[in-house]
Protein backbone atom coordinates (compact mmCIF):
# COMPACT_ATOMS: atom_id res chain seq x y z
CA UNK A 1 0.00 0.00 0.00
CA UNK A 2 1.38 3.20 -0.52
CA UNK A 3 2.42 5.04 2.39
CA UNK A 4 2.33 8.17 1.44
CA UNK A 5 -1.03 7.89 -0.05
CA UNK A 6 -2.29 6.62 3.24
CA UNK A 7 -1.40 9.85 4.82
CA UNK A 8 -3.95 12.52 5.29
CA UNK A 9 -3.54 15.98 4.15
CA UNK A 10 -3.87 18.59 7.37
CA UNK A 11 -5.57 21.50 6.07
CA UNK A 12 -4.24 25.07 8.38
CA UNK A 13 -6.53 27.29 9.43
CA UNK A 14 -7.35 30.01 7.01
CA UNK A 15 -7.49 27.79 4.16
CA UNK A 16 -10.76 26.18 2.66
CA UNK A 17 -11.18 22.94 0.58
CA UNK A 18 -14.09 22.28 -2.04
CA UNK A 19 -13.59 18.59 -3.34
CA UNK A 20 -16.83 18.34 -5.91
CA UNK A 21 -16.99 14.82 -8.31
CA UNK A 22 -13.07 14.80 -9.61
CA UNK A 23 -12.27 18.63 -8.50
CA UNK A 24 -10.55 19.66 -5.72
CA UNK A 25 -10.45 23.62 -5.40
CA UNK A 26 -8.16 24.70 -2.64
CA UNK A 27 -8.00 28.46 -1.44
CA UNK A 28 -6.24 30.74 0.83
CA UNK A 29 -4.13 34.00 1.18
CA UNK A 30 -1.68 33.03 -1.50
CA UNK A 31 -4.26 32.43 -4.15
CA UNK A 32 -6.80 29.85 -5.61
CA UNK A 33 -5.70 26.31 -7.07
CA UNK A 34 -7.61 23.52 -9.01
CA UNK A 35 -6.85 20.43 -9.78
CA UNK A 36 -8.70 17.74 -11.18
CA UNK A 37 -8.06 13.90 -10.19
CA UNK A 38 -7.78 10.82 -12.23
CA UNK A 39 -11.21 9.10 -11.22
CA UNK A 40 -9.55 5.89 -10.70
CA UNK A 41 -9.09 7.45 -6.71
CA UNK A 42 -11.15 9.19 -4.69
CA UNK A 43 -10.90 12.49 -2.56
CA UNK A 44 -12.58 13.25 0.72
CA UNK A 45 -12.93 16.17 2.44
CA UNK A 46 -13.30 15.90 6.50
CA UNK A 47 -13.98 19.29 7.92
CA UNK A 48 -14.31 18.34 11.47
CA UNK A 49 -10.79 16.94 11.34
CA UNK A 50 -9.40 19.59 8.40
CA UNK A 51 -8.10 17.09 6.80
CA UNK A 52 -8.03 15.35 3.05
CA UNK A 53 -8.35 11.83 2.90
CA UNK A 54 -6.80 9.89 -0.47
CA UNK A 55 -8.10 6.16 -1.11
CA UNK A 56 -8.04 3.93 -4.15
CA UNK A 57 -10.80 1.83 -5.37
CA UNK A 58 -8.02 -1.29 -6.37
CA UNK A 59 -4.34 -2.33 -5.67
CA UNK A 60 -3.08 -2.54 -9.19
CA UNK A 61 -0.08 -1.01 -9.83
CA UNK A 62 -1.46 1.97 -11.98
CA UNK A 63 -3.83 2.90 -8.85
CA UNK A 64 -1.11 2.56 -6.08
CA UNK A 65 0.98 5.08 -8.51
CA UNK A 66 -2.01 7.64 -8.52
CA UNK A 67 -2.85 7.06 -4.97
CA UNK A 68 0.38 9.10 -4.28
CA UNK A 69 0.45 10.89 -6.67
CA UNK A 70 -3.17 12.74 -5.93
CA UNK A 71 -2.21 12.78 -1.97
CA UNK A 72 1.41 15.11 -3.11
CA UNK A 73 -0.41 17.24 -5.54
CA UNK A 74 -3.17 18.06 -3.18
CA UNK A 75 -0.37 18.50 -0.44
CA UNK A 76 1.54 20.91 -2.69
CA UNK A 77 -2.13 22.96 -3.25
CA UNK A 78 -2.44 23.33 0.48
CA UNK A 79 1.62 24.49 1.22
CA UNK A 80 1.54 26.81 -1.47
CA UNK A 81 -1.90 28.71 -0.79
CA UNK A 82 -0.14 29.16 2.63
CA UNK A 83 3.66 30.04 1.55
CA UNK A 84 4.69 30.24 -1.78
CA UNK A 85 7.17 28.36 -3.43
CA UNK A 86 10.23 29.51 -4.35
CA UNK A 87 13.26 28.86 -6.98
CA UNK A 88 16.21 30.86 -7.17
CA UNK A 89 18.49 31.03 -9.90
CA UNK A 90 21.84 32.54 -10.35
CA UNK A 91 23.77 33.80 -13.39
CA UNK A 92 27.48 33.42 -14.15
CA UNK A 93 29.35 34.84 -17.21
CA UNK A 94 30.75 37.98 -18.24
CA UNK A 95 27.86 40.63 -19.65
CA UNK A 96 25.29 37.51 -18.82
CA UNK A 97 22.20 39.29 -17.31
CA UNK A 98 18.85 39.30 -16.80
CA UNK A 99 16.23 42.20 -16.84
CA UNK A 100 12.81 42.26 -16.36
CA UNK A 101 10.15 44.67 -17.91
CA UNK A 102 6.15 43.87 -17.17
CA UNK A 103 5.63 40.62 -17.57
CA UNK A 104 8.44 40.04 -19.89
CA UNK A 105 11.97 38.68 -18.80
CA UNK A 106 14.81 39.37 -20.76
CA UNK A 107 17.81 37.24 -20.76
CA UNK A 108 21.12 38.20 -22.33
CA UNK A 109 23.74 35.08 -22.05
CA UNK A 110 25.51 35.14 -24.88
CA UNK A 111 23.37 34.68 -28.00
CA UNK A 112 23.40 37.41 -30.64
CA UNK A 113 19.81 38.31 -29.88
CA UNK A 114 18.73 39.03 -25.91
CA UNK A 115 15.97 35.99 -25.21
CA UNK A 116 12.78 36.80 -24.27
CA UNK A 117 10.24 34.94 -21.68
CA UNK A 118 7.27 35.97 -20.93
CA UNK A 119 6.14 35.08 -17.33
CA UNK A 120 3.42 32.86 -16.87
CA UNK A 121 0.53 33.96 -14.69
CA UNK A 122 0.46 33.06 -10.99
CA UNK A 123 4.07 33.33 -11.49
CA UNK A 124 6.46 36.53 -9.51
CA UNK A 125 10.00 36.76 -11.02
CA UNK A 126 12.20 39.51 -9.08
CA UNK A 127 15.81 40.59 -9.72
CA UNK A 128 17.30 41.39 -6.80
CA UNK A 129 20.29 42.76 -8.99
CA UNK A 130 20.58 41.75 -12.69
CA UNK A 131 22.80 38.25 -12.05
CA UNK A 132 20.03 36.74 -9.30
CA UNK A 133 16.56 36.27 -9.93
CA UNK A 134 13.57 34.47 -7.56
CA UNK A 135 11.09 32.82 -8.61
CA UNK A 136 8.10 32.59 -6.66
CA UNK A 137 4.46 31.33 -6.72
CA UNK A 138 1.54 29.15 -5.19
CA UNK A 139 1.30 26.22 -8.08
CA UNK A 140 4.68 24.43 -7.56
CA UNK A 141 4.41 22.82 -11.10
CA UNK A 142 4.79 26.21 -12.21
CA UNK A 143 6.98 27.55 -10.44
CA UNK A 144 9.33 24.97 -11.14
CA UNK A 145 8.86 24.78 -14.98
CA UNK A 146 9.34 28.41 -14.76
CA UNK A 147 12.68 28.28 -13.53
CA UNK A 148 13.80 24.95 -15.64
CA UNK A 149 12.43 27.25 -18.59
CA UNK A 150 14.89 29.87 -17.76
CA UNK A 151 17.81 27.61 -16.73
CA UNK A 152 16.85 25.38 -20.25
CA UNK A 153 18.51 28.43 -22.17
CA UNK A 154 21.60 28.35 -21.01
CA UNK A 155 22.87 25.53 -19.11
CA UNK A 156 26.29 25.74 -16.71
CA UNK A 157 28.98 24.40 -19.19
CA UNK A 158 31.46 22.36 -16.82
CA UNK A 159 34.68 24.09 -18.37
CA UNK A 160 34.38 27.77 -17.01
CA UNK A 161 30.74 27.12 -15.32
CA UNK A 162 29.37 30.18 -17.62
CA UNK A 163 25.56 29.67 -17.70
CA UNK A 164 22.28 29.74 -15.61
CA UNK A 165 22.47 27.87 -12.64
CA UNK A 166 20.34 26.61 -9.88
CA UNK A 167 21.90 29.29 -6.37
CA UNK A 168 22.17 25.11 -4.45
CA UNK A 169 23.51 23.48 -8.01
CA UNK A 170 26.96 21.84 -7.98
CA UNK A 171 28.39 22.18 -11.28
CA UNK A 172 30.98 19.39 -12.04
CA UNK A 173 34.12 20.60 -13.59
CA UNK A 174 36.46 19.68 -15.77
CA UNK A 175 40.42 20.22 -16.21
CA UNK A 176 40.20 21.05 -19.80
CA UNK A 177 42.92 20.36 -22.39
CA UNK A 178 45.73 22.28 -21.00
CA UNK A 179 45.63 20.86 -17.78
CA UNK A 180 46.96 17.23 -19.49
CA UNK A 181 50.03 18.70 -20.94
Not at 41 to 49: F, K, Q, T
Request: aromatic share 4%.
Amino acid sequence: MSRIGKKPVSVPAGVTVQVTNSKVVVKGKGGELSFVHHPGVSVVYDDAAKQVLVTRPADDRNSRALHGLTRALISNMVLGVVTPWEKKLEIQGVGYQAALSGKVLTLQVGFANAIKLPVPDGVVCELPDNTHLTIRGADRQKVGQFAADIRSVRPPEPYKGKGIRYTDERVRRKAGKAFGS
